[in-house]
T-cell receptor, first 113, second 113 residues
Framework: DAGVTQSPTHLIKTRGQQVTLRCSPK?????VSWYQQALGQGPQFIFQ???????QRGNFPDRFSGHQFPNYSSELNVNALLLGDSALYLC????????????FGDGTRLSIL | GDSVTQMEGPVTLSEEAFLTINCTYT??????LFWYVQYPGEGLQLLLK?????DKGSNKGFEATYRKETTSFHLEKGSVQVSDSAVYFC????????????FGKGTTLSVSS
């Protein structure tokens, strides 16, 4: 049973570019959440998708957008990249029931030059 | 808003020592509480959880009890091993605010033989 898978593993971009990160949830899960983890910090919630709609959003600018597909997989898009966007981006999947744990992928390491 | 506060690290212990990592929270609703562990270069793994007051979560020798009166969820282990060296994150999910996780900043544990 595959867990949460993310691609790519690493990515290098320059300021002003756009990036798309991808996530496949754990089998049986219908909800995908995205988090940004800066070096030495805890993950910060970006947004959550369920039934192909954004259901909850953290304190991130609208340069950060996403999508969920009918097979529950998801994409995170970031436009007009800034140096401060350099981080580990984590995808987590779960069932959309309060108290259910989220299962994380290994993340995409994004570096902005 | 909701928040999680963890003790500052790093925590350095010898093998077989007793471990406590303190975690306190602030929440408007009735949160579920989690401990996650992150090994170098990897995503987060769920260690244990508790969904209501006085619940005790346990896994792999780690334990934490949901204390509503002190708004705490301290992580303990009676005898640590070198393989327990990792970063530990306390997190909450407030059902009134959705299912997104709010994390503490993490505590680095280093165990030497």
């Amino acid at each position: 049973d595959a867990g949460v898978t993310q691609s790519p593993t690493h990515l290098i971009k320059t300021r002003g570019q756009q990036v798309t990160l991808r996530c496949s949830p754990k089998s049986g899960h219908d909800t995908v959440s995205w988090y940004q983890q800066a070096l030495g910090q805890g993950p910060q919630f970006i947004f959550q998708y369920y039934e192909e709609e954004e259901r909850q959003r953290g304190n991130f600018p609208d340069r950060f957008s996403g999508h969920q597909f009918p097979n529950y997989s998801s994409e995170l898009n970031v436009n007009a990249l800034l140096l401060g966007d350099s981080a580990l981006y984590l995808c987590a999947s779960s069932l959309r029931t309060p108290g259910q744990p989220q299962h994380f992928g290994d993340g995409t390491r994004l570096s902005i030059l | 808003g909701d928040s999680v506060t963890q003790m500052e690290g790093p925590v350095t212990l010898s093998e077989e020592a007793f471990l406590t990592i303190n975690c306190t929270y602030t929440a408007t609703g009735y949160p579920s509480l989690f401990w996650y562990v992150q090994y170098p270069g990897e995503g987060l793994q769920l260690l244990l959880k508790a969904t209501k007051a006085d619940d005790k979560g346990s896994n792999k020798g780690f334990e934490a009890t949901y204390r509503k009166e002190t708004t705490s969820f301290h992580l303990e282990k009676g005898s640590v091993q070198v393989s327990d060296s990792a970063v530990y994150f306390c997190a909450l999910s407030d059902s009134q605010a959705g299912t997104a996780l709010i994390f503490g900043k993490g505590t680095t544990l280093s165990v030497s033989s």
